[in-house]
């Protein structure tokens, strides 16, 4: 699991060393946030980014969390690119379709995980707490342009 987020939010220096990892320090006194954080109204609103290969377990850690969250008085939601890709691609995806060769299948897929990661930031501009993006993220093109993105 990745956290996804803000390099420069406003009042927000990096600690902890690195680019990766550390906290934020945010607007106010005294209050650190993790990467991933951004300041919407002196609240803190997170995008948490799956990485990992497919069926190995995002999807069902992506479940647990949202239940822990939201039975901690959080408003959290998940959001599955594989869900939206079934629902908005027409037919059956064989092995194929999942090929890196396929140039039409890759762009649809892109298109379908950008879209997903759309709707997580809108639910957290509406006033989400957290958003977990519960895609394979498992390349380092894509984890970028989620960053960039957000």
């Known amino acids: 699991m990745e956290e996804i987020g803000a390099k420069g939010d ?8 690195g680019k990766k990892g550390g906290a934020l320090k945010s607007g106010k006194k005294g209050v650190v946030l993790p990467w991933g954080s951004k300041q919407r ?10 990485v990992g290969l497919p069926a190995r377990g995002k999807s069902y850690l992506s479940h647990k969390l949202t239940a822990f969250l939201q ?3 959080l408003c959290v939601e998940s959001f599955n690119a594989g869900k939206r890709r079934r629902a908005a691609v027409d037919g059956e995806q064989d092995a194929s379709f999942f090929s890196a060769a396929n140039s039409a299948a890759l762009a649809s897929r892109e ?3 950008m879209e997903t990661l759309d709707a997580a930031c809108a639910f957290l501009r509406s006033g989400g707490d957290a958003a977990i993006l519960d ?14 993105r957000v």
């Open 10 to 17: 406003e009042g927000g220096a990096a600690e902890g060393g």
């Open 41 to 50: 109204n002196g609240a803190a609103c997170l995008l948490i980014a799956m």
């Open 71 to 73: 039975f901690r008085g």
């Open 111 to 113: 298109r379908v995980a």
């Open 135 to 148: 895609a394979t993220n498992t390349t380092r093109d894509r984890r970028d342009r989620v960053e960039a």
